[in-house]
C-alpha cells in the first residue's frame, strides 16, 4: 500500500513540474480522487458488497431515510447489485426488492433482480407481473447509459433516460412515496429539476461522498410523492419542451406560418413590360 501511494505521488509530482500550478493542482486532485475511490471499493469488497457504489445508496439513506422496513423497492440499473444488497438489508424479510437491469445480475438473496431495458414494454410488462398489483414505496435508480465519451450527447441521453424511467414508474409508485435518482450536471439539469418538481414536496440534490470527487454525478432524492398534484402529461414531453424553449427550439415547423412584411421586390422592367402597357 504504501509503495502504491508514494508511486502515484512521485509520478504526480514529476508530471506537476512540467505542467505548472494549476497543472500541479490538477494532478493531485486527480490522485486525491483515484485515492479516495479505491478507498470506497476497498470498504466494499471488506463489507461484502459488490460494487463501491452500495456506499452511494447507504449515504443517501444515512441523510435522507427513504427506504423503510417492510417496504417495496424497485431498483433500476441494479448491475452488479451493490443497491440491491443495500436495499435487502434496508427492507427487511417483510419487504421486498425488484431490480432490472440491462446486464444480467448474479442473485442477490432476498431481491428479484430482472434482466432487460426498463423503456422496452416487455421488461415493464415483466416488472408489473412482479408488483401483483401492488404498489411501491421507493424507487431507486442509479441508471446510466452506455457511455461514448461524447460527454454533451451522453449527459442529454442520461437526462431523457431518467424523464423515462420517471414515465414508466411514477403511476407505480404509492402516495407519500419517496424516489432517488442519479443525473450528471449540465445543461438540461435545472429543466428535468423543474419537471420533477410537482410529483413530490420534497426534491433535494445531494452528492454522497462516495461520489468521486470530480464526477458530474449527483443524486436527486425526492421524497412525499404527490400524484393529485403533478401533471397528467408526460414528464419527458414537459421536460423537452422546457428545454427546446432553453436552446431556442430544434426544429423548423413543418408549415411555418407567412408572416406580413412591408418588403417588396422591385424588379426592373424589361422591354416587354413596357410594350404591353
Ligand atoms: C452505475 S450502474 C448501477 C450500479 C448499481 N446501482 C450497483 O450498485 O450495483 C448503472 C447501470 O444502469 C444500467 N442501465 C443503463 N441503461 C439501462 C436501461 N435502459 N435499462 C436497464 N438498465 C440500464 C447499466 O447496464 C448499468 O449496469
Known amino acids: 500500500m504504501i509503495a502504491c501511494f508514494?508511486?502515484?505521488?512521485?509520478?504526480?509530482?514529476m508530471r506537476a513540474r512540467s505542467a505548472g500550478v494549476n497543472g500541479d493542482l490538477a494532478v493531485a486532485d486527480h490522485w486525491v480522487e483515484n485515492h479516495k475511490r479505491d478507498s470506497w471499493r476497498r470498504q466494499a469488497k471488506a463489507s461484502g458488497y459488490r460494487a463501491r457504489s452500495?456506499?452511494?445508496?447507504?449515504?443517501?439513506?444515512?441523510r435522507f431515510?427513504?427506504?423503510?422496513?417492510?417496504?417495496f423497492v424497485l431498483d433500476v440499473g441494479c448491475h452488479p447489485g451493490g443497491w440491491a444488497q443495500v436495499a435487502v438489508e434496508l427492507v427487511g424479510e417483510k419487504g421486498k426488492v425488484v431490480g432490472v437491469d440491462l446486464e444480467p445480475c448474479a442473485p442477490v438473496e432476498g431481491a428479484v433482480l430482472l434482466t432487460g431495458d426498463i423503456t422496452d414494454p416487455m421488461t415493464q410488462e415483466r416488472i408489473l407481473g412482479e408488483l401483483e398489483g401492488e404498489l411501491l414505496n421507493v424507487i431507486v435508480s442509479d441508471i446510466s447509459?452506455?457511455?461514448?465519451?461524447?460527454?454533451?450527447?451522453d449527459q442529454s441521453v442520461a437526462l431523457t433516460l431518467v424523464a423515462d424511467v420517471m414515465d414508466f414508474s411514477l403511476p407505480l409508485l404509492k402516495k407519500g412515496g419517496g424516489f432517488t435518482t442519479k443525473l450528471f450536471q449540465g445543461v438540461g439539469v435545472e429543466e428535468l429539476i423543474r419537471a420533477v418538481?410537482?410529483?413530490?414536496s420534497s426534491v433535494r440534490r445531494f452528492s454522497p461522498d462516495a461520489s468521486r470527487n470530480s464526477s458530474s454525478e449527483v443524486y436527486l432524492v425526492c421524497k412525499h410523492h404527490t400524484p393529485w398534484k403533478a401533471p397528467k402529461t408526460s414528464l419527458r414531453q414537459r421536460f423537452e419542451a422546457e428545454l427546446d424553449v432553453v436552446l431556442g427550439g430544434s426544429e423548423i415547423a413543418d408549415e411555418p406560418e407567412p408572416v406580413a412584411s412591408s418588403f417588396k421586390v422591385l424588379k426592373k422592367k424589361t422591354k416587354e413590360d413596357i410594350e404591353e402597357r
Not at 508514494?6 to 509530482?13: D, M
Not at 452500495?54 to 444515512?62: G, N, P, T
Open 197 to 200: 418538481r410537482p410529483h413530490f
Open 6 to 13: 508514494s508511486f502515484h505521488a512521485g509520478k504526480g509530482f
Open 65 to 71: 431515510q427513504l427506504v423503510r422496513e417492510g417496504d
Open 145 to 153: 447509459p452506455h457511455i461514448t465519451g461524447k460527454w454533451d450527447m
Open 54 to 62: 452500495a456506499f452511494k445508496l447507504k449515504q443517501i439513506q444515512e
